[in-house]
């Protein structure tokens, strides 16, 4: 059975929004993230030359065949921001089981932006897309961003190994940590907690 593939989806926290990406995020996106050495030395792309390539990358929000499990991508809200920074979950290849990339603009780190994104993405893949398991990849150094998924609920489950770096000038492999989330370790985490308001809808729903 191929797992469901969303047509929609917009969750809100208690300060936080996560709804799908769209061309008109690129203006507000490029200037958090191009040329942003702080963010893209965490991160396996060099960021976007410019605004068009973004904005062509964001024109589309879910990708993937569905028999193959689909690809989301997510713009991060905050109250007055309508664009902080950016999450995605991948199942494509790979039905079940969720791995999840995000930045925040350094602007706006330390608020727990980071944190109540990756509960509300979990929330939706374990509660609505079936999702057996999600998996982070964090490279080496990058102790924020650790900490920001073990709040979730997330367990480092590899040490050291290479991932390839995109478009970098060296074009060479970076050590990283990779991390678990299962659904009941998100329970347990995040016991008590659910989104303030949630609007999720299926293809052929």
Request: proline content about 5%; some cysteine; aromatic content about 10%.
């Amino acid at each position: 059975m191929s797992q469901p593939r969303l047509t929609h989806a917009r969750l809100e926290g208690a300060n936080v929004i996560v709804r799908p990406i769209r061309r008109e995020d690129a203006p507000l996106a490029f200037p958090l993230i191009h040329a942003q050495t702080e963010i893209i030395k965490w991160l396996a792309w060099s960021g976007p030359a410019d605004e068009a390539e973004l904005a062509e990358a964001y024109a589309q929000w879910n990708l993937g065949k569905d028999d193959a499990g689909a690809n989301y991508r997510f713009a991060i809200e905050t109250p007055g921001c309508p664009f902080v920074g950016a999450i995605s979950v991948r199942f494509e290849g790979h039905p079940g089981l969720g791995d999840v990339g995000y930045w925040v603009a350094a602007r706006h780190w330390g608020r727990g932006i980071g944190t109540e994104a990756n509960r509300l993405v979990a929330h939706l893949c374990f509660v609505h897309l079936g999702a057996r398991a999600m998996t982070a990849t964090v490279y080496l150094g990058n102790h924020g961003s650790a900490r920001l998924l073990e709040k979730v609920g997330y367990v480092r489950e590899v040490d050291a190994h290479g991932v390839p770096l995109v478009g970098r000038p060296t074009d060479l492999d970076q050590d990283s940590w990779t991390y678990g989330l299962t659904r009941y370790d998100f329970q347990r985490a995040s016991a008590g907690w659910t989104p303030r308001e949630e609007t999720v809808q299926f293809k052929g729903a």
